[in-house]
């Protein structure tokens, strides 16, 4: 009993390490207050601003009035209110590149484990498909996805999902095969322990800080991707208001209202410049010896 | 003349390494001096600051993260602290060379063994010719032992013992008055050990070059040294002849502890008797005489009083156990 | 050496394959038969069916994926639903553009980024180095199309300074070139830096030092020409995340090149036509990354030996 509480309180005070240098990181705690920021105003969005009322609404005879007290980010081409369809878009966004984010990681570490752990032909075959995969330059291979799956917010995150997959996959399969060879785990396959065992108790948790840090890194890419696909028109359809969406419709008026791009574009860039201040953090934190 | 004789004086040595918060006090206040043609072992565990202590020598600390506190390291009468850059260059590789412990990440992966060997000799003769500087690689070469056409192989050609001979090469080809060699065999087999130690004191015979060898290894110091010095926690707490050190009765705990530890063939023994404890956390020292919550023989004063130095000819220890009795 | 060269070759054929494989396999999810999609929704069914007999359509889908194949290997990437007119030839007409905007976007890069990456690293913790990363992390987390969008505002509508769209003259060329190339230098200039501040941690730069020799020779002949390996990868790899950005860099700026002929297709359901796009720019991208490897085998010393034993 006392032992299992030693291994308990050790990892608790492994994490609050981690924090603590975490925290020592001034560019990743400005991350983590942006995106905290971000995060509280997307869950929030609808009691901020009601989305029917102000998000979807259309009111020409307000349209592509500049920023003013009515309407701090001012209208679009619709008369609808820019901060109302940022803060909904940021719903859209992070919900995007998190759950994306998460699908991509599951499957990715599905197939890397078994890659990585049983080697041999499985091996091989999963590590040729990844290889054909990333061949293609991961925008065009959401693109392909997205245009045969239709728009849609689901059909997008199937499409970024699917392209993040074979990244995910390289970087468990690579931690799993330097774990597998270590000294402890031969110690623990010669002591009976079973394979599923040693995943979860040996391999998994020295995977984990690697696949954060992707992970971090990956929301940034997906939230990127995603706009990139709904500014072509491939991804969120308007009225919805994502960002890329928004920036397409912007482009029209781009000549007499610019603030129409601005706002949008700082909120993608904020978004996705945080994560990856955050996750260049996490992998400092991780892993100090690789500061100096 | 005593100041022709001494090559190295290191006087009242401090360096502190600082990062972050913390400060680690890696040499504490050491004194240590080198004559020509002597081979000094530098001995000591892991941590005890003897890397640092030769990193010093040739001011090849990081800029960043150590500074040298104060002393002063006088190299045939100049003070290396002060050099210039400049003046500092022209002595590594040329004056003093040092050698490092690891062999496999020692060389440059994508140049020839000959280019590296002739980059040192053209760092420090710049008039020579192209076949002069081949024939010079050649003929070190042969005297670690290599034959001539390997110069033109990289260094993932050779095994561990061979490239360590590589390094020795390198170190050697240009003549330096002193080697400093920074466990050069511990990454090595015990044979290859064996074959490189000799090949060294050959060398250091022929050539005149004096060293300090750095090693935790007893046995290495007692076969190749002349005198030797024990660091712990960035001081010299013994020193004296190899006679001294290793057949004398009277030492330091700590060196008693070390030799203690090691299995004696003649001896039956059913335990070995390691030193308790560990290391003190260089960030945070004990008080008093650094070794004394280790000590078997601890006293009162041992806590809070720096030990004196207490000499019996050129044997030097320091401990308040010695250092009462008559100085 | 070239059975070398040839035997890397051979062996990208079934990757190749295997990518052709994936995208034909993700566009046959595509709601829509090739009948339907090329007479349009009005179209009697009777016609839509015998077209799509013709076309082969009802044949079982390794039978449909075979014939692809075979065809390509004739140089036949099928017809557009569009115009009937074959695939290729378009993508032929639309290639110049792209591979110009390309181009010259990695020669920006690589001849930006390396060098002050490499800068960065040397002096490291300098004010130099703080502003570089830090402009480094802001550049790479633009989406680059609106950094195009940007630029066209200040710069053709401001300024009235350059064209906005359309590719005549090498004028229109300079913003979605700069554009296309920021973000990507950004990731870039980022893991130079981090290669160079790994190589520079090495043993072996510490035994230059100790020889005596410059910081200059220390920087450049021991730890550049060893980091330059995996900056090599790095370039190769970002080569094909801007094959993506020019997509919706060409988007943007107008620019008449492939990516802008995917996203028309897409939207017209031009299976073929974004196929044989989609396809191409994979094997481009594939054969960057031989490119490579083949520079690996050359210049790194240990692989070059194990490959002349093979």
């Known amino acids: ?292 | ?327 | 050496m070239l059975k070398f060269v040839l035997k890397r070759i051979l062996l990208m054929i079934p990757t190749i394959l295997l990518v052709i494989l994936i995208v034909f396999s993700i566009m046959n999810l595509a709601p829509g038969s090739p009948g339907r999609l090329i007479l349009g929704q009005t179209a009697p069914q009777e016609a839509v069916d015998q077209l799509n007999e013709e076309l082969g359509y009802n044949n079982p889908f390794l039978v449909r994926f075979a014939n692809y194949i075979l065809d390509i290997c004739k140089g036949d990437f099928g017809n557009s639903y569009r115009t009937g007119r074959p695939v290729f030839e378009e993508v032929l007409n639309r290639l110049p553009v792209t591979l110009k905007l390309s181009t010259c976007a990695i020669i920006l890069m690589v001849s930006i980024g390396v060098p002050i990456g490499i800068l960065s690293a040397v002096k490291q913790y300098s004010a130099m180095d703080y502003f570089f990363t830090i402009s480094a992390m802001f550049l790479a987390a633009f989406p680059v199309f609106w950094f195009g969008l940007m630029m066209i505002l200040t710069f053709s509508l401001h300024l009235g300074w350059l064209p906005s769209n359309g590719a005549e003259t090498w004028r229109h060329y300079i913003m979605p070139i700069i554009t296309l190339s920021l973000p990507y230098l950004a990731i870039v200039m980022r893991l130079t830096r981090s290669t160079m501040l790994e190589t520079i941690r090495q043993d072996y730069v510490r035994t230059a030092r100790a020889k005596g020799a410059s910081e200059k020779t220390v920087i450049f002949k021991h730890a550049l020409k060893n980091a330059l390996l995996p900056i090599i990868t790095i370039i190769g790899m970002t080569f094909g995340l801007m094959l993506g950005g020019a997509v919706l860099t060409e988007t943007v700026f107008s620019l008449p090149g492939l990516g802008t002929m995917i996203v028309t297709a897409i939207r017209l359901k031009d299976i073929p036509q974004v196929m044989a796009a989609v396809i191409l720019l994979s094997v481009m991208f594939s054969f960057i990354m031989l490119i490579v490897d083949l520079l690996y085998a050359a210049i790194d010393p240990r692989i070059k030996a194990m490959y002349k034993k093979g």
């Open chain 2, 1 to 327: 003349m005593s100041n022709n004789d001494l090559l190295l004086e290191i006087k009242d040595l401090e360096i502190t390494y600082r990062s972050d918060d913390t400060v680690v006090q890696a040499v504490n206040g050491l004194d240590l001096s080198l004559k020509r043609g002597e081979t000094l072992g530098l001995v000591g565990e892991t941590g005890a600051g003897k890397t640092t202590t030769a990193l010093s020598i040739l001011r090849l600390l990081p800029e960043r993260t150590a500074r040298i506190e104060k002393g002063e390291i006088l190299f045939d009468g100049t003070n290396l602290l002060t050099a210039t850059i400049g003046e500092m260059r022209a002595i590594r590789g040329e004056r003093i060379s040092m050698i490092f412990q690891d062999p496999m990440t020692s060389l440059n992966p994508v140049l020839t063994v000959g280019d590296q060997i002739a980059e040192a000799i053209l760092l420090h003769n710049e008039g020579l010719s192209k076949q002069q500087v081949q024939d010079r690689v050649i003929e070190i070469l042969g005297m670690v032992g290599i034959t001539p056409e390997r110069r033109n192989d990289y260094p993932h050609q050779f095994s561990g013992g061979m490239k360590q001979r590589v390094v020795i090469a390198i170190a050697l080809s240009c003549n330096p008055e002193l080697l400093i060699a920074d466990e050069p065999t511990t990454a090595l087999d015990v044979t290859i050990q064996a074959q490189v130690l000799s090949m060294m004191a050959e060398l250091k015979n022929k050539l005149g070059t004096s060293m300090i060898l750095i090693t935790h290894d007893l046995g290495i110091v007692s076969q190749t040294c002349d005198n030797v010095a024990v660091m712990y926690a960035g001081e010299i707490i013994e020193y004296g002849t190899v006679r001294d050190i290793v057949l004398k009765d009277k030492h330091h705990p700590y060196t008693d502890g070390l030799f203690g530890s090691i299995p004696d063939l003649k001896k039956d023994t059913d335990r070995l008797t390691p030193i308790e404890g560990l290391m003190p956390d260089p960030s945070n020292l004990p008080s008093g005489c650094k070794f004394h919550p280790r000590c078997p023989k601890c006293m009162e004063i041992c806590k809070t009083v720096q030990p004196g130095l207490y000499r019996e000819g050129n044997h030097t220890i320091a401990c308040h156990l010695y250092a009462k009795e008559g100085q």
């Open chain 1, 1 to 292: 009993m006392e032992a299992v509480n030693k291994t308990q309180t050790k990892k608790n005070s492994q994490i609050a390490e981690i924090w603590r240098r975490l925290r020592k990181n001034k560019a990743a705690m400005i991350g983590l207050v942006i995106i905290s920021i971000f995060a509280f105003f997307a869950i929030f969005a609808e009691n901020i601003a009601s989305y029917e009322e102000f998000a979807v609404k259309q009111n020409i005879r307000e349209r592509l009035q500049p920023p003013s007290s009515e309407h701090i980010f001012g209208t679009d081409g619709y008369g609808r209110d820019v901060f109302a369809r940022l803060i909904h878009g940021g719903r859209i966004s992070l919900t995007i590149g998190i759950v994306s984010t998460a699908v991509s990681v599951f499957f990715g570490a599905i197939l890397g484990s078994m890659a990585g752990f049983y080697g041999g032909k499985i091996d091989n075959f999963i590590t040729r498909i990844t290889d054909a995969v990333m061949c293609i330059p991961a925008i065009l291979l959401a693109l392909c996805v997205a245009s045969a799956l239709g728009n849609g917010m689901i059909n997008l995150m199937i499409a970024i999902s699917i392209s993040q997959i074979p990244g995910f996959t390289r970087v468990i399969r690579s931690v799993i095969l330097t774990l597998r060879d270590q000294d402890y785990i031969r110690a623990a396959r010669s002591c009976g322990t079973s394979d599923a065992r040693i995943i979860y108790k040996h391999i998994l948790p020295n995977a984990i800080g690697p696949i954060i840090v992707q992970a971090t890194m990956a929301i940034s890419d997906m939230i990127l991707t995603a706009a990139g696909l709904s500014f072509i028109g491939m991804g969120i359809a308007p009225p919805q208001p994502e960002w890329g969406t928004m920036l397409s419709e912007a482009k029209e008026h781009i000549r007499y209202a610019p603030y129409l791009i601005a706002f949008p574009g700082i909120s993608i860039v904020l978004n996705a410049l945080s994560f990856n201040l955050l996750g260049d953090g996490l992998r400092d934190a991780l892993d100090p010896r690789l500061k100096d």
